[in-house]
Every structure is written in C-alpha cells, then in structure tokens.
C-alpha cells in the first residue's frame, strides 16, 4: 500500500558563509494551519502537516453523496484542521463531466488555484462545502466567475481568487483525473467510487456510513 512522507520545511540563514541567529518568540499564524499542493501535484493538502491524523478524501464536483459528505462532516473537519488535529488531502475526480473544461474540471482546477501558503485550511474548507453544497450536477455548473465569487467569500486569498477569475490552469486534470483514480482503485478495486475518505495514519479505508466515523478517527 502507499505510503506518503509528510513534508517537513526548515528555514536556514546564510549570511556571507555564517549563520546568523534569529531572536524573538515564534508567533502563531492566527489563520490557522495553511494549504498546499501535494508532493505528487495533484491533491491539495489542507491542514497542519505535523497533525497526528492524516486523511484522503476522494471527490467529485458533481457527485451528490460527496455533497452530503461536506453537509454532514464539513463543519467537524474543519474545527479539527484547524486544532491542528488532522490535515486533509483532498483528491479531486472528474469522471462525471461529459466533456474537456466541464463542472468538475473546472470546480478542480480551482481547488488547486486556491491552494497556497496565503489560504487556511479553513477558507479552503469552506470553500469546498460552499462548492459542493451549491451542486448543479449535471448542470453547466459555476462559472469561474462565480467560483471566484465563492473563494473571496468564504476568505480564499486575493491572489487565488483573481487566478480562479481569470480561468488560469491549477493544474494538469487529465494527470490528476488518472492519477487520483489510479489511487482510489487501489484502495477498493470493487467499490471504486466517490466519495472515499482513505485514514494514511492507519493505512486504512474509512467505513463512511458509520456516523460517528470522524470522531471515532479522532479519538484513536
């Protein structure tokens, strides 16, 4: 089964060949835990790296039982992101979209726009049950637009929220519509489907429909 290594970054000061030491007391970034773009580049991890808890969830734009996903669990996932408690790696699929540039390459592409040190994990939260509770499946879907609209309002930063406007690559869909599914049939070659919440920190697939799953992962 895979295994992913959890980034650590450390910052080193070089001034004309010597170390210099920097003084003062670490402030806590009062926005929470950040996002970023998985090592692979094609999830977007939300949440404190250093988090004892790591999960994968594995979502489609326009699949309605990852709507009810958000509208159940939403709320409790991001209070425990932002704890510092559990870091959350989103993995987009788009095998509902009857077409390049559809709702859920779209909807995609914008998660990863949105991601980056300036976004929380709970803007980014937010803005995914905002996307996923606003559902037009099958639809044209949002705008980029009106997806933007959504990232300034649930507090995406200003930088993503213009990128989203403009309709900017996030990243490469096809490669991360292959690579996702890839990984999703590995966890379940029979039950190969959206959503699928995957525990890394026990190398485990989570039984959704029990609903006390989350705080039972929690509490582990």
Known sequence: MRYWSVLMFS??????????????????????????????????????????????????????????????????????MNLGQLVVTYRPLTFLDDKPGGYSDRVSNALFLAAGPDTSAKAFQAFVQ??????????????????ADIARESGVSSTAVEAIRAGESGVDLQEMQDTNFEYLYEIDPINTGTPTVFDLTNDDKVDIYDNNWLSKLMST
């Open 130 to 147: 905002d996307l996923w509770g606003h559902q037009d499946p099958r639809g044209q879907g949002p705008s980029d637009s009106e997806i």
């Open 11 to 80: 910052l080193v000061v070089l001034v004309a060949g010597c170390s210099k030491e920097i003084t003062g007391v670490a402030q806590v970034d009062p926005r929470g835990p950040a996002t970023a773009v998985s090592k692979d580049g094609v999830g977007v991890v939300a949440g404190d790296p250093d988090a004892p808890v790591h999960i994968e969830i594995y979502t489609e734009p326009q699949c309605t039982h990852c709507a009810d996903l958000q509208q159940d669990f939403g709320d409790e996932l991001s209070r425990y």
